[in-house]
Structures are given as structure tokens and as C-alpha cells.
């Protein structure tokens, strides 16, 4: 949603509710954008990628506010072997 300057200094409240609610409100001066107002996430609970894509304004937060790991279930390693391990062994297979 895009509102003027003006409009949002006399509205404030409103359309930092808005905000709140999930809304992206995008400020603009004489129709140049200046400023977003994105919803506040708890940054400290996001992947620092995650965290900071949703802050420079390339991804949008999901309204829903559940935990990550429902939407992306980490996979179980096989005993006693890490990562770089399992990606080493699956390069040599090439």
C-alpha cells in the first residue's frame, strides 16, 4: 500500500496498526518512495539471511507467526557422520 507524507503524519496510528498486522506501507513524497513501514519481527528467532532480507525489503514475513521448524524440518544426519562428510562423499560419487 502506498501512502503520502502527509497523509501518513495525519493517520499515524493507523497505519502503523496496519503495519503491525503484516502490511507493507510504502511512504512517498511527491510519488517518489521514501521510506517503508514494514511489521516489527523478532529478528533474534530468524536466520541472520532470513532476518536480514525481510529488513532490506526482499521478502515479505508470513502473517502467521509460527515456528520455522513446522514449516522447515531439519533432516536427521546418519550416525556419526557431519555434513561436510556426507557432501564430500556425494561430490566423489560425480
Do not use: N, W
Not at 506501507?25 to 528467532?45: C, F, M, Y
Not at 525481510?54 to 544426519?77: C, M, N, Q, S
Amino acid at each position: 500500500m502506498d501512502v503520502g507524507i502527509r497523509e501518513l503524519k495525519a493517520h499515524l496510528s493507523h497505519y502503523v496498526k496496519r503495519a503491525s498486522q503484516g502490511e507493507t506501507i510504502r511512504v512517498t513524497d511527491r510519488g517518489r518512495t521514501t521510506a517503508l513501514l514494514i511489521p516489527a519481527t523478532a529478528d533474534e528467532e530468524l536466520p541472520e539471511g532470513l532476518a536480514r532480507a525481510i529488513h532490506e525489503g526482499r521478502v515479505t514475513p508470513a502473517r502467521d507467526r509460527g515456528p520455522l521448524a513446522t514449516y522447515f524440518p531439519t533432516a536427521k544426519l546418519p550416525e556419526g557422520q557431519t555434513t561436510l562428510q556426507i557432501l564430500q562423499d556425494d561430490r566423489d560419487d560425480r
